[in-house]
T-cell receptor, first 112, second 114 residues
Framework: KQEVTQIPAALSVPEGENLVLNCSFTDSAIYNLQWFRQDPGKGLTSLLLIQSSQREQTSGRLNASLDKSSGRSTLYIAASQPGDSATYLCAVMGSNTGKLIFGQGTTLQVKP | EAQVTQNPRYLITVTGKKLTVTCSQNMNHEYMSWYRQDPGLGLRQIYYSMNVEVTDKGDVPEGYKVSRKEKRNFPLILESPSPNQTSLYFC?????????????FGAGTRLSVL
């Protein structure tokens, strides 16, 4: 059974720092991996999607990498801003099912 | 505006009283799914649908029903709600699984079962 783990559970950094969020999964037979952002009391917003054949995706200050063989993905946020404060979740979709399995998220606080 | 719409946003009900949470998308998406989010347990998938008339169980389907009679709608049905179904529910959709498109989420439905 696929399990997705995110470390750390919470992170607090000063504004301007570069930071890395980690996501690991137990079954490498994935179709894709997505990173989402969730603000308190709100729905999820997709940030980046990496297909299983890809190694990384970039959008603005965000860069996500995928190492399928080791079951790991990282989300790199450059020059963090207070507006980046939110919970970040990763999710994997199985290669043979339509199931989407989420990690428990990393809650990020960027202090001015 | 492209969106996934859930109704109601908030619902308080009593044990055993059947209820339906509606989900509608206006993007002609084929894939739709339901999740519940609980503190300490994260987001867990309840059911998903790859296309009209095709539905499959997620990780926590017990106590829930779904139907996909038309592409745009994917209602979540609780035939006999219980207090352990008190949760925050999200509906999501994406264009087509095979094309690995991003998931669009609704704003959520907060359900309390007394």
């Amino acid at each position: 059974k696929q399990e997705v783990t995110q470390i750390p559970a919470a992170l607090s950094v000063p504004e301007g720092e570069n930071l890395v969020l980690n996501c690991s999964f137990t079954d490498s037979a994935i179709y894709n991996l997505q990173w989402f952002r969730q603000d308190p009391g709100k729905g999820l917003t997709s940030l980046l999607l990496i297909q299983s054949s890809q190694r990384e995706q970039t959008s603005g200050r965000l860069n996500a990498s995928l190492d399928k063989s080791s079951g790991r993905s990282t989300l790199y946020i450059a020059a963090s801003q207070p507006g980046d404060s939110a919970t970040y979740l990763c999710a994997v979709m199985g290669s043979n099912t339509g199931k989407l399995i989420f990690g428990q998220g990393t809650t990020l606080q960027v202090k001015p | 505006e492209a969106q996934v719409t859930q109704n109601p946003r908030y619902l308080i009900t009593v044990t055993g009283k059947k209820l339906t949470v509606t989900c509608s998308q206006n993007m002609n998406h084929e894939y739709m799914s339901w999740y519940r989010q609980d503190p300490g347990l994260g987001l867990r998938q309840i059911y998903y649908s790859m296309n009209v008339e095709v539905t499959d169980k997620g990780d926590v389907p017990e106590g829930y029903k779904v139907s996909r009679k038309e592409k745009r709608n994917f209602p979540l049905i609780l035939e006999s709600p219980s207090p352990n179904q008190t949760s925050l529910y999200f509906c999501a959709s994406s264009l087509q699984r095979e094309r690995a498109n991003i998931q669009y989420f609704g704003a959520g439905t907060r359900l309390s079962v007394l």
